[in-house]
């Protein structure tokens, strides 16, 4: 209807780029189907986050219907972190094979675990599944030099991670942001300056943090943690027509 407007190209789906990583903190059934009529073009994988998968109900026919869009589903790292820690990494997998799950997350933002230990995980599960594999603290205390941002992030794109996910939370407030959702910009620059944007996903829920995103790496950066209820939002970001981009796009 309106492509007489002239508007940054998007990457069509399939990509590789340009992702958007929707965080379902427990969407109902009904909800995924309103959603999805709306958004199904403009989401590239859903996480359920954290541990929501473990008290949402009807939550394998909720996975069946994100893939019967052919949406990608994950759990959440907290999730794994948990299962790591009690030992039941196996039955996790299990869980994740019966689901028909493709992508899984790794992530040691809470349970600390040796890099060595992870980099061996990454190895062996990346045989079998598109690995988006964390970085950073989710404890606001902990400051990583950008030194070990880059090379964590390094090895762990070595080990066969599809992408690497900047930590952020759902707030925006830790990893790779300041306590007051402010993007730490130095690390930014410090860790592109190294590793290629294109296998990174940032996680971003907050709009002055996709804006930010956007303008510094143009329409198809990987934007991760978005709330269901942003993506529109977020896609009129990409392409010029929110006022926080129109300036720098058109």
């Not at 407007?5 to 909800?31: A, F, M, N």
């Not at 999805?36 to 954290?50: A, F, H, M, S």
């Not at 790794?106 to 970085?135: H, P, Q, Y």
């Not at 090379?151 to 007051?180: F, M, N, P």
């Amino acid at each position: 209807m309106f492509d007489f407007l002239t508007l940054p190209t998007r990457i069509t789906k399939p990509r590789e780029s340009g992702l958007t990583h929707v965080l379902d903190k427990g969407y109902s059934l009904d909800q995924v189907r309103q959603f999805l009529e709306v958004t199904r073009d403009n989401v590239d994988i859903v996480k359920l986050g954290w541990g929501t998968a473990v008290v949402t109900p009807n939550v394998k026919e909720k996975i069946e219907l994100y893939q019967s869009y052919d949406i990608p589903v994950c759990f959440g790292g907290t999730l794994f972190e948990a299962c790591l820690r009690q030992n039941k990494l196996e039955e996790y997998l299990r869980t994740v094979r019966e689901c028909g799950m493709e992508c899984i997350e790794v992530s040691d933002g809470t349970v600390a675990m040796r890099e060595d230990d992870k980099i061996a995980l990454l190895k062996r599960l990346t045989k079998e599944f598109k690995v988006l594999s964390e970085v950073g603290s989710k404890d606001a205390e902990v400051v990583i030099a950008p030194y070990k941002w880059v090379d964590s992030i390094k090895r762990e794109l070595e080990a066969g991670a599809w992408k690497v996910i900047t930590e952020g939370r759902e707030s925006g407030t830790v990893g790779i942001y300041q306590s007051g959702s402010d993007v730490k910009e130095g690390l930014i620059d410090e860790i592109v300056n190294e590793v290629s944007a294109e296998n990174l996903l940032f996680e971003a829920p907050l709009k002055s943090q996709q804006a930010w995103f956007i303008k510094k790496f143009g329409a198809n950066v990987n934007l991760g943690n978005i709330p269901p209820e942003e993506v529109i939002s977020v896609e009129t970001l990409r392409v010029g027509v929110r006022g926080d981009t129109l300036l720098h796009f058109l």
